[in-house]
């Protein structure tokens, strides 16, 4: 499945460290061969259709804790944003993914 960064989801990437960001770079790749792997869970914000998936690594003290956020669409995946997990949930955070599509 072909694979659309939007600016905004880009931008969220590029202020990450680097060893993040590349992490979730793998992730985006995985993507394209599974857009719904197990860590993805089905989400609606208004009468948007969302998935987000979750990242991080097992030890509980790494600084790998981001959620993605996508949408499936005309067989493509557009990926709408990035946030780490203390902001992935917030109501604020679902505004601003309202904001982006």
Avoid: C, W
Wanted: no cysteine; proline share 1%; hydrophobic share 30%.
């Amino acid at each position: 499945m072909q694979l659309e960064v939007t600016e905004e989801a880009e931008e969220d990437l590029e202020a990450l460290e680097k060893d993040i960001k590349d992490r979730i770079i793998d992730e985006l790749e995985k993507l394209q061969k599974n857009a719904t792997p197990e860590k993805s869970t089905y989400i609606q914000i208004g009468d948007m259709d969302l998935f987000r998936l979750k990242l991080q690594k097992e030890d509980r003290n790494s600084r790998l804790n981001h959620r993605i956020f996508y949408q499936i669409k005309d067989s493509k995946i557009y990926i709408r944003g990035i946030f780490h997990r203390q902001k992935g949930y917030g109501t604020e955070t679902r505004q601003e993914l309202e904001d982006r599509i």
